[in-house]
T-cell receptor, first 111, second 113 residues
């Protein structure tokens, strides 16, 4: 079974721009979670979607948003990019239990 | 105080040694505990998953949870150079997918050939 896929893998943006990242979960998994990983803060939870509904959200500003489609694929959007948004953005999918399986991540660099 | 504390290392041990990795936490509501391995520039890979207190063994890996002490451990037996990676502990309050994971910052492990 194919794992979690994320596109693009690398991205360079300028301050003030917006960006959209995509995640395709493992086939049959309906829950998708997003995390931000930085050297200073480590891995931090952004939000979680299940059946196209956001069920939980971490402590991030409203510039960070997401959505999920009927096929369980998910996108996250960051508007008005700041230098501090440079990070590895990770998507994880879950079937019915607690185990979360991560994709390879999208490395975003904001200049 | 952060909810989950983990020594960042680096922890360097010779090949074949037993490795002990640990995390402490402050939130007594955590019930589900996980260990992930992350190689450089890759996503985290789930190694072990434990519910509540107790031990769980899978091959060379053993996970221990002591909820009374708010302390979890991962032991790696017969360590190999390929085990060199960052090991992240993670935990959550409830089952299902809605509750996000709370991670430690990770311990960088180096296995010397």
């Amino acid at each position: 079974k194919a794992g979690v896929t994320q596109t693009p893998r690398y991205l360079i943006k300028t301050r003030g721009q917006q960006v959209t990242l995509s995640c395709s979960p493992i086939s049959g998994h309906r829950s998708v979670s997003w995390y931000q990983q930085t050297p200073g803060q480590g891995l931090q939870f952004l939000f979680e979607y299940f059946s196209e509904t956001q069920r939980n959200k971490g402590n991030f500003p409203g510039r960070f948003s997401g959505r999920q489609f009927s096929n369980s694929r998910s996108e996250m959007n960051v508007s008005t990019l700041e230098l501090g948004d440079s990070a590895l953005y990770l998507c994880a999918s879950t079937h019915v239990g607690t185990e979360q399986y991560f994709g390879p991540g999208t490395r975003l660099t904001v200049t | 105080q952060k909810e989950v504390e983990q020594d960042p290392g680096p922890l360097s041990v010779p090949e074949g040694a037993i490795v002990s990795l640990n995390c402490t936490y402050s939130n007594s509501a955590f019930q589900y505990f996980m260990w992930y391995r992350q190689y450089s520039r890759k996503g985290p890979e789930l190694l072990m998953y434990t519910y509540s207190s107790g031990n769980k063994e899978d091959g060379r890996f053993t996970a221990q949870v002591d909820k009374s002490s708010k302390y979890i451990s991962l032991f790696i037996r017969d360590s190999q150079p390929s085990d060199s990676a960052t090991y992240l502990c993670a935990m959550k309050r409830s089952g299902g997918g809605a509750d996000g994971l709370t991670f430690g910052k990770g311990t960088h492990l180096i296995i010397q050939p």
